[in-house]
């Protein structure tokens, strides 16, 4: 970092790469800018390692009262950039309130996720920063002649919330708002900036820093635990009923779930099951007229009755979506804030509002429910603005959810073994306030609601989840939302679901689910098949709208087992005017896959549609997809071992996840697996000899075609607990 001409630059080993970064406070009846001037360079350390820090003051005019002092932390190791202010005079105006201006020179072209809404996030890219709007949450590009990236996050704190965009003049922007009036803030996080090669380990390095440098309640996505009821497969109500669901509607869905052997891990009773008042929370139950037993009658018929493993409710962050009614009797037991327009939500100042919803937890947990989905989270300026900084508002009322949630909704488990984990979906919700303040939940949803009505939106859907996963998995495991297979694009969600790396449930009507979709995901006790992080976008296609340009959409991830790993790659047509894509897939889709196995030449990929495998190396780098209207598939990619290449449970989306380990002994490869499955490996010699569970099969009881092994799942002894299939591998 340097001083140019009042301005700061950020260089890098190949050039300048942000210049002209200006301060501008705008205050009620002027703004505050000036040149930038040195003013002292120290060193420390806290949880994200050592750094160096550089101060830079705006030159003070005679009789200006504004201090204001750019705080730039520069991490070590890996080097990340985390710039805060110091502030102290006149209060700036509520709605960008404070800007920092810049130019990023030599931009090629870049991925930015924007506010749609208040609620959720859209990809938007560019070849020039000024083309964005405003409001995005993100910045990640690379400049030109380079393949390294770039990454600029907005930063929030001490009330005010930081968004990217352009200014009225075209120029770049930092921008600080904490909508309201008369409101000082004194030490104001601004953004943070990392570069490096590896796109994918760019957000969590500026993001462990900026949560270490700010001391946020929130923590990061691997500082938590996955809630253990989103590791099986569920249903919810929502497409289904809407806000007419009825006890005996949801009943009904689960009794039809049963006969089609759906093996069903949990239940969630979405919008439409509360008491409520003009769209005002009255109470904690479940509306008698809907539930005549109440939400515990409920529980406990799904528990005891239907053994539903888990059960859950849905409600909004702020009461309801008018908040609470304050003439009710919750209402009046509990700290209320009068916000705007007669709504009232549980006050979020300095913990008041935290008995609200441990009652109400309480209340749910003595009733049987195992967990909750928070709707609404975004949804806080509409009640505080211009009364509460809304940093303040969203974080306060965060506070109060996670602390009761942890105390009601964690799980025997999690609290037998010491962690700290809730069971919770966080819902509209993809802002700072919320983000940066989720202390213990762990699942956030990734997008605006499935809505199979539209054949644009079905695409949208799958196309936005797998570029806002980017910023989600920072802060939770991805929701990619519900979905129906009884709709043409059934399967077609369901591998999005699968290469999502987050929880799967579907909200199908009585009589029309798809067994054929639904039972690949999990195995047959509803445990679900899941890769070992978020599923991302590939880095051939993180900077490329594949709902424009004509290429497929590809989304990877990885699945690791003692003794093998393996890499998946979905693909999907996402385009809203090519009815046809096309494009390759390839081992470097897969990141750490082939650098992990650095002496592995050959790369042995199962193609799901096809039921082929195709053998990668350096005389065939690639596999050729081509994809018709919401065509899709899936890809399994392992490095070849000495002639083997193990795929799992082929009659699964992911089939290596099937699997418990794999280990050589001697000749033979020994596979060990929970439970039967259409098995499936790349042998490049027949095998001298088949054995499952103990036993040798006689040739007729497997296929070797084309340098692939199948052993169908009725060769298995179905009453072991567990199973082995060992290969006698040829000399």
């Known amino acids: 970092m340097s001083v140019d001409h009042g301005s700061l630059q950020v260089r890098a080993s190949s ?101 749609l809404k208040l609620w959720w996030l859209t990809p938007t890219f560019v070849s020039d920063p000024r083309m964005l709007s405003g409001a995005n949450q993100l910045l990640l590009w690379q400049r030109m002649g380079e393949s390294k990236y770039n990454l600029l996050v907005p930063l929030a704190g001490d009330g005010m919330v930081g968004e990217l965009g352009v200014s009225d003049f075209d120029q770049f922007r930092v921008s600080l708002s904490s909508h309201l009036a008369n ?132 409600h909004v962050f702020q009461g309801y979506w008018q908040g609470v009614d304050p003439d009710s009797e919750i209402g009046r037991d509990h700290a209320l804030f009068a916000g705007d327009n007669g709504q009232y939500l549980p006050d979020p100042r300095g ?71 809730v069971s919770v979906i966080n819902c509209m919700e993809m802002s700072l306030e919320n983000a940066f303040n989720w202390r213990y939940s762990n699942v956030a949803r990734n997008s605006e609601d499935y809505n199979p009505d539209s054949r644009a939106d079905i695409k949208d859907h799958v196309f936005w989840n797998a570029y806002n996963s980017y910023w989600t998995a920072n802060f939770a495991f991805p929701d990619w939302d519900m979905f129906e297979t009884e709709r043409d694009d059934g399967e077609y969600q369901a591998t999005a679901r699968a290469i999502s790396g987050g929880p799967i449930y579907t909200t199908d009507s009585p009589g029309k689910e798809n067994p054929k979709y639904l039972l690949p995901l ?76 650095p002496r592995v030449e050959d790369i042995a990929v199962y193609q799901r549609s096809t039921g082929t495998v195709t053998i990668l190396n350096s005389k065939q780098s690639d596999l050729t997809v081509s994809l018709a209207e919401f065509g899709h598939d899936l890809f399994t990619f392992v490095p070849v071992d000495r002639g083997v290449a193990v795929f799992g449970s082929l009659d699964k989306y992911l089939g290596p996840s099937a699997l418990e380990s794999v280990r050589r002994q001697g000749s033979s490869v020994l596979v060990r697996l929970p439970e039967p499955g259409d098995f499936g490996a790349y042998l490049a010699k027949g095998p001298r000899a088949i054995k499952v569970d103990g036993k040798t099969l006689p040739a007729h009881a497997y296929t070797y075609s084309q340098r692939l092994l199948r052993i169908p799942k009725e060769s298995f002894e179905k009453q072991l607990a567990d199973h082995e299939v060992e290969l006698a591998l040829a000399e």
């Not at 705008?26 to 505050?32: E, I, N």
């Not at 109470?283 to 539903?308: C, W």
């Open 522 to 597: 999990a195995l047959s006790n509803g445990k679900l098949l899941m890769l070992d992080g978020p599923g991302m976008a590939t880095p051939d296609v993180l900077l490329r709208d594949t709902s424009i340009e004509p290429v497929p959409l590809k989304v990877f991830g990885t699945i690791t087992r003692p003794g093998l790993k393996a890499g998946m790659v979905a693909v999907f047509n996402v385009n809203k005017s090519a009815q046809t894509v096309s494009g390759v897939v390839q081992p470097r889709d897969v990141m750490g896959l082939v650098e992990a196995e």
């Open 183 to 314: 409101f000082t803030p004194h030490r104001i996080p601004l953004f943070a900036y990392a570069s490096g090669k590896d796109p994918y380990q760019l957000a969590p390095t500026a993001y462990t820093a900026s949560f270490a440098a700010n001391s946020y309640y929130g923590k990061l996505r691997w500082q938590k635990t996955y809630p253990e009821v989103f590791r099986s497969l569920g249903w919810c109500s929502w497409n289904t009923y809407y806000d007419t669901v009825t006890e005996e509607k949801v009943l009904n869905s689960v009794r039809s779930l049963r006969a089609h052997n759906i093996p069903l891990g949990f239940v969630l009773v979405d919008e439409g099951w509360r008491t409520a008042n003009a769209q005002k929370l009255a109470g904690y139950d479940a509306d008698p007229a809907k539930f005549p037993h109440g939400i515990a009658g409920l529980v406990r018929t799904l528990h005891e009755e239907y053994h539903v493993p888990y059960v859950g409710v849905w």
């Open 351 to 421: 913990g008041a509002g935290k008995s609200f919803y441990a009652d109400w937890y309480r209340f749910l947990k003595h009733a049987g429910v195992d967990f909750i989905k928070v709707d609404n989270q975004a949804s806080n300026p509409k009640f505080t603005d211009g009364l509460l900084p809304l940093f303040s508002s969203g974080a306060g009322e965060q506070q109060n959810v996670q602390d009761a949630a942890l105390e009601y909704m964690s799980s025997n488990a999690d609290r037998a073994e010491g962690r700290q984990c």
């Open 15 to 115: 050039g300048v790469v942000i210049s002209g970064m200006r301060l501008q406070v705008q205050l009620a009846a002027r703004s505050v800018s000036a040149d930038l001037e040195p003013a002292g360079e120290d060193r420390g350390s806290d949880a994200a390692g050592e750094y160096e820090l550089h101060r830079y003051r705006i030159a003070r005019a005679p009789g200006e009262q504004v201090k204001a002092t750019i705080e730039l932390r520069r991490y070590l190791k890996p080097e990340v950039l985390v710039a805060t202010l110091d502030y102290e005079g006149e209060p700036p105006v509520a709605k960008d309130g404070v800007t920092v201006g810049m130019q990023l020179i030599e931009f090629a072209r870049g991925l930015a996720l924007h506010r």
